[in-house]
């Protein structure tokens, strides 16, 4: 099994959120991120769920501090595994908001330099690694 050869250090994974947004084009909010695991790379919005916390509750509580937006009608559509390293493990829970209020921006500029719109057949690169091991399954929104 691929995880087990990595010899993982890491006790337990931790779990993480991706919050899927599109307009009525059907294109999708992306942002890329800084300052953390996965600098440079494009992800959708969302973090890591805390302590106590529902999983629709971490979506919109993500999702007004990165791109300022408030969601409703959080819905689940996937998951995936993800390894970053020896010390980095993720399981990350895809969800999907349904409607949108507010215009989208950055709201946390150490943590995020860029914005945008994007079809799924059209997704800048690179793109964070639990959102190209999601395309990977043959996902798509």
């Not at 050869?5 to 919050?19: M, W």
């Not at 890329?32 to 529902?54: D, F, I, N, V, Y």
């Not at 509580?61 to 020896?86: G, H, P, Q, Y």
Request: aromatic content about 8%; overall charge neutral.
């Amino acid at each position: 099994m691929a995880q087990k050869e990595k010899s993982l250090t890491c006790k337990r994974p931790h779990i993480g959120i991706g919050v899927f947004i599109m307009d009525e084009q059907g294109k999708l909010l992306l942002q890329r991120r800084r300052g953390s695991h996965g600098e440079g790379t494009w992800s959708l919005p969302g973090g890591k769920l805390e302590a106590g916390e529902t999983w629709e509750d971490c979506a919109k509580r993500e999702t007004k501090e990165e791109v300022c937006l408030d969601i409703n009608d959080v819905t689940f559509v996937a998951a995936t595994n993800d390894v970053f390293s020896r010390d980095l493990h993720y399981v990350t829970l895809f969800v999907k908001a349904g409607k949108h209020k507010g215009k989208p921006r950055i709201g946390e500029p150490h943590k995020c330099t860029d914005i945008g719109w994007f079809g799924w057949d059209e997704l800048p690169q690179p793109l964070f690694l639990p959102l190209e091991n999601l395309r990977k399954q043959g996902f798509h929104p």
